[in-house]
T-cell receptor, first 111, second 113 residues
Framework: ETGVTQSPTHLIKTRGQQVTLRCSSQ?????VSWYQQALGQGPQFIFQ???????GRGNFPPRFSGLQFPNYSSELNVNALELDDSALYLC??????????FGAGTRLSVL | AQSVTQPDIHITVSEGASLELRCNYS??????LFWYVQSPGQGLQLLLK??????LVQGIKGFEAEFKRSQSSFNLRKPSVHWSDAAEYFC???????????FGQGTRLTINP
């Protein structure tokens, strides 16, 4: 049990819709990272937030955006959903950037 | 480009047998190295990590890993596997001061009874 919780567990959307995924960090962790894991692949880094500011971004288009709140919880927003966005979305929190603790993920299906 | 390679996509071992999962990294300097395990439909659980120092690191669930700079490898081992070890295993690297973990493609472990 990492103390990182994600909601919802599963989500089904249609192409073109928008989605918001949520992550509650482990207490005391001020850094949150988001990853996309396609079926059969390793997770791919989307972006990281540190103290409410974006602190690094992977190779994802601008329709992937995020927020971090003063309590260090976080949201991942994806606009104009595409079929290829179907994946497991993982949130990880850390007290520093060196060790990341993952939540159970949100499974997004885009139809 | 910085990368992590897990050469074995799928490994099958018998319960009670020893296990070694391979991981190679390609970085200019030695990154921080991690092994995570993912059970079906679950998130990633940290097994162990290597930052510096002793090249043999111990983790949870009886796992250990050995860092070999000369081979750019960080292989995961367990002397005797249990049926509950069946899962997907990911090796990952993090450059000091960077934000993102870079993962290998994963190795799926199946345990035969």
């Amino acid at each position: 049990e990492t103390g990182v919780t994600q909601s919802p567990t599963h989500l089904i959307k249609t192409r073109g819709q928008q989605v918001t995924l949520r992550c509650s960090s482990q207490s005391g962790h001020n850094t949150v990272s988001w990853y996309q894991q396609a079926l059969g692949q390793g997770p791919q880094f989307i972006f990281q937030y540190y103290r409410e500011e974006e602190n690094g971004r992977g190779n994802f288009p601008p329709r992937f955006s995020g927020l971090q709140f003063p309590n260090y919880s976080s949201e991942l927003n994806v606009n104009a959903l595409e079929l290829d966005d179907s994946a497991l979305y993982l949130c990880a929190s850390s007290p520093s950037t060196n060790i990341q603790y993952f939540g159970a993920g949100t499974r997004l299906s885009v139809l | 480009a910085q990368s992590v390679t897990q050469p074995d996509i799928h490994i099958t071992v018998s319960e009670g047998a020893s296990l070694e999962l391979r991981c190679n990294y390609s970085y200019g300097a030695t990154p921080y190295l991690f092994w995570y395990v993912q059970s079906p439909g679950q998130g990633l659980q940290l097994l162990l990590k290597y930052f510096s120092g002793d090249t043999l690191v111990q983790g949870i669930k009886g796992f250990e890993a050995e860092f070999k700079r000369s081979q750019s490898s960080f292989n995961l081992r367990k002397p005797s596997v249990h049926w509950s070890d069946a899962a997907e295993y990911f090796c990952a690297a993090l450059v000091q001061g960077a934000q993102k973990l870079v993962f290998g493609q994963g190795t799926r472990l199946t345990i035969n009874p």
